[in-house]
């Protein structure tokens, strides 16, 4: 570690002093890590490997936070971020760091969960699998209406905050969606209707190029269905419009209820073989070549016949991927209209005799009768849960019905290695961890873990 003058203690460090500080790692927030005498100190910019002035804004009782003065030393992975707002947006975190180095780096995330939370001191992830498609992969956004109007009446979040970064284009997103955005922001700044909107949620196909809107509101906006058409009209390939309103709380981007305005709230999607039918509202993986590349790491492992029991299944994207290689699937998921887009798919693919969904907390629909038979013939359990992870409940039910084999895909390595660690200790050996790069340019790594009953 590098510090010029005396290496200060914690208590020792104030706000506004300068300091030269050597940096050896980055933070999923795209903070960088680095310690100054006793004291760690994040800041954004610096790369692991790279030492810079920083300015310390902000001292906490185990941690300083500082302001990037000067680059000093440069590491050879630095590459020029591509976006105006690269630093201040809080979508993207990794732009200044070449793309290799960021495959690295995320399964080095992945193995350090695993060894300090999950306890896997010896084993050791595959490296990343990366993506052709490093910018204009994301096929959702969600902008915020900028009620500041500071040059432009959309935005993302800021970094670590829900102040507004005023933006007139995205290159992580299709570009379907980008050009969305200039006749968005024109239609918003001259409707007081669409003012009203807190966020404006854009889905797009990668199959036919087509997008949904959604403004996203605290109540009804009454008005919309009359402005709908003529606003479509104004937008390179919108396919229909709704409005999402009643959120369940202030960080809640959709609402409890939908309505369409204009056209249709669902598109087609393609991922693979299979044919999926897509509402605004449901929740569908943003990148579908990622999920290509899942799908093709499982493949060779379906063996036929086969029964899975597929938890968290959404609207069935992985399930209709197993039984259109002839597996039996038998799926849960909470959202009942994701479950009824899932039976609809199912139908779309053919495979409606081989793929049954039940709607319901997977916790508490593990406990019915028609899923313990489930889970009793399944040799797979495939878990596919939200950020926080699975639970006890869900995780003993798979352990007591001696599933031979879990299939764990997970966007957050921490959970991922919580939740690993508590089946090991039931019986089951951690066989595989692949990491997959679901999100280019950014902290965020999906992992693929598979298990084996012992």
Not at 56 to 75: F, M, Q, R
Not at 232 to 245: C, D, H, L, T
Not at 327 to 355: D, M, Y
Request: with cysteine; charged share 20%.
């Amino acid at each position: 570690m590098t510090i010029k003058g005396t290496a200060p203690s914690p208590d020792r460090l104030a706000s506004g002093q300068e300091l030269e500080v050597s940096f050896s790692d980055l933070l999923a927030n795209g903070q960088a890590v680095g310690r100054a005498g006793t004291a760690v100190v994040f800041c954004a910019g610096p790369l692991p490997g790279e030492r810079a002035r920083v300015r310390i804004t902000s001292v906490k009782p185990k941690y300083a936070v500082g302001a990037l003065c000067e680059l000093l030393d440069v590491s050879p992975d630095r590459t020029d971020p591509f976006c105006a707002v690269f630093g201040k947006c809080g979508g993207c975190q990794l732009q200044h760091l070449a793309y290799g180095a960021q495959l690295a780096w995320k399964t080095g995330v992945v193995r350090g969960a695993l060894q300090r939370i999950g306890g896997f001191a010896a084993f050791e992830p595959a490296l990343a699998i990366g993506m052709e498609r490093t910018r204009a992969y994301r096929n959702k956004m969600s902008l915020v209406v900028n009620a500041a109007g500071d040059g432009s009446n959309l935005g993302f979040y800021r970094q670590r905050s829900h102040g507004v970064v005023p933006i007139h284009d995205c290159p992580v997103v299709m570009p379907e969606l980008d050009r969305c955005i200039p006749p968005l922001d024109a239609a918003i700044g001259a409707s007081p209707v669409l003012r009203d909107a807190r966020h404006v949620v854009a889905r797009a196909s990668s199959r036919t190029g087509e997008v949904v809107l959604t403004f996203a509101s605290r109540k009804p906006l009454s008005e919309l269905a009359e402005i709908a058409g003529p606003l479509a009209e104004k937008i390179p390939g919108v396919r229909g419009i709704g409005n999402s309103y009643d959120p369940t709380g202030e960080n809640a981007i959709l609402g409890r209820k939908q309505r369409v305005a204009f056209g249709e709230d669902a598109l087609t999607e393609r991922i693979g073989e299979a044919d999926y039918r897509v509402s605004s509202a449901s929740f569908f993986q943003v990148n579908t070549e990622a999920v290509e590349k899942i799908f093709a790491h499982l493949a060779p492992l379906l063996h036929r016949p086969l029964n899975v029991v597929d938890l968290y299944c959404g609207v069935g994207t992985f399930a209709l991927f197993f039984a259109r290689l002839g597996a039996t699937v038998f799926g849960i998921e909470e959202n009942r209209h994701a479950v009824a887009e899932a039976r609809s798919n199912a139908t779309l693919n053919g495979v409606e005799q081989r793929a049954t969904f039940l709607a319901g907390r997977v916790e508490d629909a593990l406990a019915s009768d028609q899923a313990r038979a489930a889970l009793s013939a399944a040799a797979v359990a495939f878990l596919d849960p939200p950020r926080k992870g699975s639970d006890e409940a869900t995780l003993g039910a798979i352990v007591e019905a001696a599933v031979p084999r879990i299939w764990y895909l997970s966007c957050d390595p921490a959970t991922l290695a919580r939740d690993l660690k508590w089946v090991a200790a039931k019986g089951y050996r951690l066989d595989e961890v692949q990491p997959f790069d679901m999100f280019p340019q950014t902290g965020h790594v999906e992992a693929l873990a598979l298990l084996s009953r012992v």
